[in-house]
């Protein structure tokens, strides 16, 4: 009994942190440019405003402003303080290492 309700609400936390992940990813995504050596991608820089890295060939450029923490702060709940710093250590994170793998 208890180990149902337990791995139930299990479930629901998986669920919503793959949501949140997703939502991640996809901020990054709509705030990355296309690397012009490589034409992969290239996320935003979380410690900047407009500086980019290549995941692939590490080419760091600056180019338009970005809106990552911006964005991501908003989209996790900015009045719930140890909540949204949690996202942003985390979103920091994946932007710094650029590792998607991690979030699937
Ligand atoms: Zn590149």
Redesign the pocket.
């Known amino acids: 009994m208890f180990k149902t309700i337990s791995n139930f609400f299990k479930s629901i936390n998986e669920d919503k942190i793959n949501d949140e992940n997703q939502k991640m990813l996809q901020i990054l995504d709509s705030e990355s440019l296309t ?1 012009t ?4 991608i ?1 996320y935003p820089v979380w410690s900047s405003k407009n500086k980019y890295r ?6 760091r450029f600056s180019n338009i402003n970005h809106n990552l923490i911006e964005r991501a702060l908003n989209e996790f709940d900015i009045n719930n303080m140890n909540y949204s710093k949690e996202k942003e250590k985390k979103l920091k994170l994946i932007c710094e290492r650029s590792i998607k793998s991690e979030l699937i």
């Not at 050596?37 to 992969?40: K, L």
């Open positions: 690397c050596s490589c034409n992969n290239a290549c995941t692939e060939c590490d080419r």
